[in-house]
């Protein structure tokens, strides 16, 4: 996005490194837990559905996670552009009739947006996510949404899973019953504090991927909710954060050329619920194109 200046130039390179970093972190994830929490976890005699469930959640992932990747998001070329200006009505403010792409030498559908880090227009742009290296537009938000739950899913399985073996383990070994000497040579009786160090040194891995994965869960679970109630309002990142920057233009960290009109965002898009979400998973163009024939 221009907007956000030069210093996010360095992410324009439409490279890998993100890609190859998310599946290295999950990756080790998924090591860990394969390598000490499941085999700790069937001596404790957990259900086996429920330490498999994240195995399942990570198939899912990876398949949504591939689609988001390599699925076309709307990418508008010579061929489909009169099909894609037939799609929005144009709003006269955030999206005004007869712009032009200079770059893609094509007319700017409504609502859309040309990704310079992929160097395109893209209908019904969203915005480009560095973690699958691709835009999310019209055609793909569905996988990214399904993509983004599933990841989030699989993440609060796992945290929830490490936090029932700790407790589980604790409450098996009667830890709470011990008393150790203390450095004073006082005997004292086991406190929470005493249980979360003894915790830390004895499965200092798993402590830390609990850590971890709890705070992915909270990151990631917010961030499913913005791109949710986006899904159900009809709106995309790229609209939201114009709209909201119309709002701020008292803000003085915003920097506004003297001539600009002042924007007011209405969104023209909504037509209820289940119409928006219908729009999300039966995108308009392919649905046009399925009609005519
Ligand atoms: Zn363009
Ligand atoms: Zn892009």
Known sequence: MRAFGPHLKALEDRNHTFVILHLILQGMVYTEYT???FGLCQELEFS???????????IVNLVFFALSCETNPGTITKANELLFLQVYEFDEGMFPKNMRC????LRKPARSKHCSVCNRCVHRFDHHCVWVNNCIGAWNIRYFLFYLLTLTASAA???VVST?????????SDLYLETYVDDFGHLQVVDTVFVIQYLFLTFPRIVFLLGFVV????LLGSYLCFCLYLAAT???TNEWYRGARAWCQHCPHVAWTPSAEPQVYRNIHSRGLWSNLREIFLPAVA???????
């Open 164 to 172: 029932v073996f700790l407790v589980q383990l604790v409450m098996v």
């Open 287 to 293: 649905h046009y194109e399925r009609k005519k024939k």
């Open 48 to 58: 086996l559905n429920y330490l498999f469930l994240p195995y399942l959640l990570l």
């Open 102 to 105: 200079s770059t893609c030498d």
């Open 157 to 159: 399985t796992m945290a």
């Open 215 to 218: 705070v992915l869960s909270f």
């Open 35 to 37: 390598w000490e929490i």
């Open 234 to 236: 009809n709106q995309t």
